[in-house]
């Protein structure tokens, strides 16, 4: 294994901020640790069954906490320097390990779009960049911290694999999936997301798992829309008698294409939810193919506007834009009634 050190600028108050957090973790059970804060649950256990595993963080280390504190060699914080984080977790790749760089999305796939395609997507390094507070959650920042465009960017980079897990038992089975991949990958983690899955699912690459099974309109979701998906299937079965097809799209590149065109062929309807701009996302990826097939279906989308968007507290900017299941469930019976 090639040998490397950490070094970060004197002064810097990460060492505390560590402290704080592991402390908090060693008295919080396995399963609690990995709701909270999967992204780092699920890196600490890959680091310690492979020591090629590390993390670099752009002022994240909080969620890799618990990977310092056992790893600390394999650690380095960069900063706020997203840029900067990628270009150097390229060289590492190129020396052989596997770096995963912990950054707000704001400022991950979208300020580093260039250094990503030309350092690490062109040469098919094995990169994973991992990023937190996704869509709207840091409304209260205002629209410079919104990631709203990220999958767009995203899905336009050749070698990359593009994730959005729907739930925190998602989250750590595509990063223990992919996590053997020698590709570049990205990981889009939401905040606002409920739980849907009991167990961890078990994802099979590029594939969409299907959680329930409708002949009427075809419901598909990734991040925080997955939840919004379930639970607007459940309501419209109950008061409409609509039976749902509902798809977890965690892999959106690639994505999967045959599951897609026959359930949109089979139910003539098709209903995507994102917390994502209705520009470029999974509602376009949907599209697309559905006009490549020469399908004649109704397509419908949940998303957020192609124009500037309000600034407030997350809970309330979802419900401004429609991201909730009652909405959901309103647009798929008027989908599926036109």
């Known amino acids: 294994m090639p040998t490397w050190s950490r070094r970060s600028p004197p002064g810097w108050s990460w060492p505390m901020a560590e402290k704080k957090m592991v402390d908090v973790f060693s008295d919080v ?6 709701t909270a804060n999967p992204a780092g649950y699920a890196v600490t256990e890959l680091g310690a069954e492979d020591e090629r595993i590390v993390t670099l963080a752009a002022d994240m280390s909080n969620t890799v906490a618990e990977f310092i504190a056992k790893f600390p060699e ?28 912990y950054s707000m999305s704001p400022f991950g796939m979208l300020k580093t779009c260039e250094q990503w395609r030309t350092d690490v997507d062109y040469n098919h390094l094995p990169v994973r ?13 205002g629209t410079s911290h919104y990631a709203v465009e990220d999958i767009a960017i995203a899905r336009t980079m050749n070698n990359t694999v593009v994730l959005s897990p729907g739930d925190a038992a998602s989250c750590v089975s595509l990063m223990r999936s992919t996590a053997s991949l020698e590709v570049p990958v990205y990981i889009r983690i939401a905040e606002a997301v409920s739980r849907v899955y009991d167990e961890a699912p078990d994802y099979e690459f590029g594939k969409w798992p299907r ?20 639970a607007a ?6 008061h409409d008698s609509i039976e749902a097809d509902v798809f977890d799209a965690a892999y959106l590149r690639p994505y999967d294409e045959t599951a897609l065109l026959a359930s949109a062929a089979k139910t003539g309807h098709v209903l995507t939810v994102e917390e994502h701009s209705v520009a470029g996302g999974l509602g376009s990826l949907v599209a697309e193919a559905i006009a490549r097939a020469g399908l004649s ?31 959901v469930a309103a647009k798929a019976r008027s989908l599926v009634r036109r």
């Open 211 to 230: 959680l329930r099974t409708g002949s009427d309109v075809t419901l598909i979701g990734h991040g925080m829309g997955l939840g919004l998906c379930a």
């Open 29 to 34: 059970e396995r399963e609690t640790a990995m």
């Open 233 to 238: 299937a459940e309501a419209l079965y109950e």
């Open 297 to 327: 279906v109704r397509l419908g989308q949940v998303a957020l506007p192609d124009k500037d968007l309000e600034v407030g507290v997350p809970a309330d900017l979802y419900e401004y834009y429609g991201l909730t299941p009652s909405n």
């Open 74 to 101: 394999r650690y380095i914080e960069c900063g706020i320097a997203e840029t900067n984080s990628v270009s150097l977790a390229a060289g590492l790749a190129s020396a052989g390990l596997i770096p995963y760089i």
């Open 129 to 141: 960049l991992v990023g937190r507070l996704s869509g709207l959650a840091m409304g209260y920042f």
